[in-house]
Nanobody, 127 residues
Framework: QVQLVESGGGLVQAGGSLTLSCAASGRTLSGYSMGWFRQAPGKEREFAAGISWTVARTLYADSVKGRFTISRDSAKNTAYLQMNSLKPEDSAVYYC????????????????????WGQGTQVTVSS
């Protein structure tokens, strides 16, 4: 069993930056795939970024590419999402999720591929 706890959300002005953290406990995430998703009010949860834990291969949604950076610290069993040049449309609850196997292509976007989810952290970007 893996427990995921997000932190780092908050209120920021457009153009600002935030770094989200996702701390995992219960087992090491070696071999897992980690994803960051977000869900705005009235919208479906959408994939933002992903990282394969062992080889640190990364993937980004087009909407965040060039502005967000996903990373992980294996020693701390923690994943991060550095968000720069934030826009009001980035406002959402951000969730981290862990899949117990490698993900490829469109499987990163499929919520059903993920075995564990955090509780979410709110990010609000003011204009």
């Amino acid at each position: 069993q893996v427990q995921l706890v997000e932190s780092g959300g908050g209120l920021v002005q457009a153009g600002g930056s935030l770094t989200l953290s996702c701390a995992a406990s219960g087992r090491t995430l070696s071999g897992y795939s980690m994803g960051w998703f977000r869900q705005a009010p009235g919208k479906e949860r959408e994939f933002a970024a992903g990282i394969s834990w062992t080889v640190a291969r990364t993937l980004y949604a087009d909407s965040v590419k060039g502005r967000f950076t996903i990373s992980r610290d294996s020693a701390k069993n923690t994943a991060y999402l550095q968000m720069n040049s934030l826009k009001p449309e980035d406002s959402a609850v951000y969730y981290c999720a862990a899949a117990g196997s490698p993900l490829w292509g469109s499987s990163w976007n499929d919520l059903r591929e993920y075995d564990y989810w955090g509780q979410g952290t709110q990010v609000t970007v003011s204009s």
